[in-house]
């Protein structure tokens, strides 16, 4: 080969190329910046009304019986329970039916029964939580609660829990799945290989190496657990307002149903001045909580990444 | 010697526990006994016919097949006990998946159909009844990438005695096993921490040390030390040396030098590519090594080594 002397020029590149590839980058640059346009935009009313809020009311009124704000009573802990007795019972739900699925897709399940219950879990992730919240009103409470609970109400946080459970069961399924699989087969192969049976290799070995990724999931769960509305403002009941309760058999109100039925105007915003901006407060605290679970989400995922 | 084979017979279809205890007693006390045996094992394995070490492992006519494709074909080949029998030949011809026959590791493969014997002491392991987990605590595997767990070193040699129901001290175990493995002295401040701290050969001899934390009758090693550089295979060379005393070791390797200075005996595989262009995988030529790499029977065997010899 003869070589052949080099110019600046010939290494400078195209400079066509070099302007599509600003463009490109610019383009990805506003959606980028869109986005978080749009979330600050989204933080600064929901920030600016809530401080209206929280500057007009008066102190004891966020502490008292129960959420009715048309009459004035803005008492947060009954929205913040209903929405962890809710979300608890969900989870009591998800867990394990979740977490059974994944281990039985990732581990147990044949390719054959794999291929077609993958995609049913992922249907059923697709079901709308109104149908949901329907089933949970029409099945779940009259043929569950009440058969089991025969004093209880047709409308309990027991139902809508119990609902929610099965609109994110599918998505600890799936998530976990992922993590499990994830894990290299040579782990698996290292725990045959020592005389270990199916069982105690996923207990033992994909379990432990895959943990991140299922927390990950659990945590995912648990902020669509908190953030799901349908499902609670239809079976939860308590639409105009709620007594503070820890009784699941009781109807109750979470954060996100509070909103709802404020911003419908189920519950009758005009009869007080403040319900409206309460709305705001409460949005925020939603908002806020999401984040925290949100960041911590990340991460345990980021941890993940670094386990083998 | 003759005592552990009896041990093994007597149990394969009796309950784990009694079989796990044997199993752990008889090692202990065999660490002192066999390391006066180990001069003379090396030294029968060199020729006297009446000297041999006694079959541990018999495959007859071993075909394997994943789905319709026919991997390996008709191999028939003895294992000698405490010898080590390296498996060398091209790439594709079947070398890891009859190594991996040997502990029914190819079970895990959903494809993977073996027919044939394959006996352990006299004891078909594709037999009906035959638990694989019982066999592959028996035949330990190291393989080609250290696997080790994610978890600590500790946790990881104690695993399978663990798993097993080891009702003895686990940390002198752990002690012992890595010791075994020559890797005690560079790990004993920092059992706790992560395997994956270990580099690349000390990942290999940890896997090595669980292998043989639960006192394994046979270890199967698939090219154990090709992702290693040359002094750590040289480790791991002079390891597999010393572990002869115990144990019986199958080693799958590319390297020739490696089956020339490590082994006993060497089981020489090549394919066959069929007329539908399938390849298949069958055994050669199979003799000492001394006489496989200087005097090989075949023209193929001799084409290989010094092919590859340049
Ligand atoms: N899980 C599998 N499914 C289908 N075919 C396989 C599988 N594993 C191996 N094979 C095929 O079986 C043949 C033998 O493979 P094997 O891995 O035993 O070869 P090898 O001699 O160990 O090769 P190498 O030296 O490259 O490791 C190859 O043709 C390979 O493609
Ligand atoms: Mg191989």
Redesign the pocket.
Known sequence: MTTQPITAQELAGDPKRRRKETRVKAVFMVAGFTSIAISIAIIVSLAGEAWNFISQVELSALWTLGWFPRRGLYDIPTLVIATTIISIIAMIVAIPLGLGAAAYLAEYATPRARKWLKPTIEVLAGIPSVVLGFWALTFISPEIVQRIFTSSKPFTMLAAGLGVGVLITPLVATVSEDAMRAVPLSLREASYGLGANKATTVRKVVFPAAISGIVASLILALSRAIGETMIVFMAAGAVGGAIRTWNPLEPGQTMTAAIASLATGSDQVAGEGLAFQSLFFVGLLLFLLTLALNSISNRVVRKYRETY | MTDRIETHLGTTEEGQMAQEQANTSTTASDVAATSAEDSDAVRTSGGDPDDLNPVIIELENVNVY?DD?H?VSDVSLPIREREITAFI?P???????VLRCLNRMNDL?E??RVEGGVNYHGVDLYGPNIDPVEVRRRIGMVFQKPNPFPKSIYDNVAFGPKIAGYKGNMDDLVEQSLDRAALWDEVKDKLDESAYALSGGQQQRLCIARAIATSPDVVLMDEPASALDPIATLRIEELMYELKAEYTIII?T?NMQQAGRVSDRTAFFSVDIQDDGE?T?RLVEFSETATLFTTPEKQETEDYITGRFG
């Open positions: 994943y494709f991997a030949g790439s594709g011809c079947g070398k890891s998946t493969i494809s993977a799958v590319h390849r995988g």
